[in-house]
Nanobody
Framework: QVQLVESGGGLVQAGGSLTLSCAAS????????MGWFRQAPGKEREFVGA????????YYSDSVKGRFTISRDNAKNTVYLQMNSLKPEDTAVYYC????????????????WGQGTQVTVSS
């Protein structure tokens, strides 16, 4: 089992920045690919980005590419989502997730999820 807890959400103005953290506990964090997803009201949960366990693979959705960056500190069992140039359409609940193997864009392929943290971007 892997337990994930997100933090760092909040209210920010458009153009601002925010960094989300996801702290993992349980099984060896360094062996898991980590993904970030988001879900806006009335919409399906969508892929934001993912990073492999060894950080050799990194993927982002087209909507956040160039603005968001995922990093991980395996010594601290933590993965981060740095969000820059935020837009109102980035408003959503953000979830981190974990899976063994390579990172994917498919939410159904992730085994563990955090409870989510709200990010609200005002215009």
């Amino acid at each position: 089992q892997v337990q994930l807890v997100e933090s760092g959400g909040g209210l920010v103005q458009a153009g601002g920045s925010l960094t989300l953290s996801c702290a993992a506990s349980g099984r060896t964090f360094s062996g898991y690919a980590m993904g970030w997803f988001r879900q806006a009201p009335g919409k399906e949960r969508e892929f934001v980005g993912a990073r492999s366990a060894s950080s050799t693979m990194e993927y982002y959705s087209d909507s956040v590419k160039g603005r968001f960056t995922i990093s991980r500190d395996n010594a601290k069992n933590t993965v981060y989502l740095q969000m820059n140039s935020l837009k109102p359409e980035d408003t959503a609940v953000y979830y981190c997730s974990a899976r063994q193997g390579i990172p994917t864009r498919n939410r159904y392929e992730y085994d563990y999820w955090g409870q989510g943290t709200q990010v609200t971007v005002s215009s």
